[in-house]
């Protein structure tokens, strides 16, 4: 029998080492349409998420925050407007391309925020160096979640906030339209949009490989958070966690 650890890849088992490379090809090849496809497949609901997230982060001018799995970095924008030219907001991917459609978006919009390509499971940051780190539609795409919830719970001060915003479980009565959408849409419209089929089936099923609300909310407190609470949103189809660093 073999000792080889296997994962999942929205609904494959694979060997854990390959998930980071099969992740990382998905990412490069929809980089240059990701921001549309984001609003394609939300109906521009995603811009509202993360207003949410970012009301609900404490962040304020003078704050150093981290954006982990940062992509396209909508979310970094809005923090680094936030916490204006005396704070400071670090966005790393693990993924070149998608860090680098981030970079260019940042200085489209006149701002600047330093960056580093990091695999969140070994953030190269010193312990309590964050008022607030956060991962928007990321940490489903992670090889071990506990690990990187782990060190966002390292790297953030005492008293600091870490925010996961996630695709999570929807409401009951809408699993079956929400399947139909997931498994029959989305991928159509990948195939036209991003002219990739199956880079969106796999965002699909990854979605829901993802633990539930309440078994993030415990991953969170076994990663040290404490007085951890989520905010579902649009059914379930989002929730918003938010935990503290004692």
Wanted: charged share 25%; net charge neutral.
């Amino acid at each position: 029998m073999s000792d080889e650890r296997t994962t999942h890849f929205g609904y494959q088992e694979v060997p854990e080492d390959e998930k980071a490379k099969r992740v990382g090809a998905v990412f490069r090849s929809v980089a240059s349409s990701y921001d549309l496809m984001n609003d394609l497949m939300s109906l521009g609901l995603h811009r509202a998420w993360k207003r949410f997230a970012l009301e609900l982060s404490g962040v304020r001018a003078g704050s150093r925050v981290l954006d982990v799995a940062s992509g396209s970095g909508d979310l970094a924008r809005a923090f680094a407007k936030r916490v204006g030219p005396t704070g400071q907001v670090w966005m790393t991917d693990i993924n070149a391309a998608m860090l680098g459609v981030g970079r260019d978006r940042m200085l489209d919009a006149g701002l600047f925020a330093p960056m580093a390509l990091a695999d969140a499971e070994k953030l190269p940051f010193p312990d309590a160096a964050f008022d607030c780190v956060s991962v928007a539609f990321g940490l489903r795409n992670m090889t071990h979640k506990d690990r990187a919830l782990a060190e966002m719970a390292r790297v953030t001060r005492p008293g600091g906030r870490v925010l996961v915003l996630e695709f999570s479980r929807v409401w009951k009565p809408l699993e079956r339209a929400y399947d139909a959408y997931s498994f029959g849409i989305l991928p159509r419209i990948g195939k036209y949009v991003a002219h990739d089929e199956e880079a969106y089936r796999y965002l699909a099923e990854s979605i829901r490989m993802h633990p539930d609300q309440e078994t993030l909310k415990g991953m969170m407190e076994q990663a040290g958070l404490a007085r951890v609470e989520y905010f579902n949103m649009t059914a379930g189809v989002v929730a918003l966690h938010r935990g503290f660093r004692p």
